[in-house]
């Protein structure tokens, strides 16, 4: 009887066949192993700015969305998620900084089942007026190092496209573990914690002095 493939059965196959051939001392395809590994890009994104960070789009060359922060309208899959402006918590400025209460979003791609790659893409923020030329954002966690190491990349200048901007800041670089950029009295950092692993920490900043 014919059905559906199932890429769970799949990959329960592969772990049994695995586990058989170990037993044996026997030897399975690397790209087993691989197809069973994951790739995981957890993000974070702080808003430091008197202005919501709004987003116009993305761009995932590799992998699949897992988590995406939230808008006002629940019905909208992705224009206007929003990262709320800076506030202060309390009637009367100025406040020292430990009292300001920043908003963040989290954000969350991962290799797709059984995939050979590791998740890879970038964002794109509306212009506002902490942001007068936008926001775009890029990321890649590979599945192994022959595709490069954990990388990142911020652009807060005008651009063709986030494909492109991926391409250049992404897709050409092998290592970035630290990348920045200004605009007006708006800074934006962001990071990676670390070279290399399935699971890379990425933590954004956008400051407005």
């Not at 923020?125 to 942001?131: A, C, H, M, Q, V």
């Not at 890379?200 to 002095?209: A, D, K, Q, W």
Request: net charge negative; with cysteine.
């Amino acid at each position: 009887e014919s059905g559906r493939i199932i890429p769970e059965q799949v990959a329960g196959c592969f772990q049994n066949h695995w586990q058989d051939a170990s037993g044996m001392g026997g030897r399975i395809m690397p790209e087993y192993s691989f197809m069973l590994k994951d790739a995981i890009a957890y993000m974070v994104i702080i808003n430091k700015t008197d202005n919501d960070l709004i987003l116009k789009q993305r761009y995932l060359h590799n992998g699949k969305l897992s988590t995406l922060f939230q808008g006002d309208d629940n019905d909208i899959p992705l224009i206007g998620k929003v990262i709320k402006k800076l506030e202060f918590d309390g009637d009367e400025l100025p406040l020292p900084p430990e009292e300001w209460a920043y908003r963040a979003g989290i954000f969350v791609a991962q290799k797709r089942n059984l995939a050979l790659v590791g998740t890879s893409g970038a964002l794109e923020f509306l212009d506002t007026p902490s942001l007068p030329r936008g926001l775009h954002i890029g990321w890649e966690v590979p599945l192994t190092g022959i595709y490069g190491w954990n990388r990142c990349a911020v652009s807060m200048k005008p651009e063709s496209s986030l494909k492109d901007f991926w391409k250049r800041e992404i897709d050409s670089v092998r290592e970035r573990m630290e990348a920045s950029d200004e605009a007006g009295k708006t800074k934006t950092v962001m990071n990676v914690n670390r070279k290399e692993g399935d699971q890379g920490h990425f933590i954004v900043t956008v400051t407005e002095h």
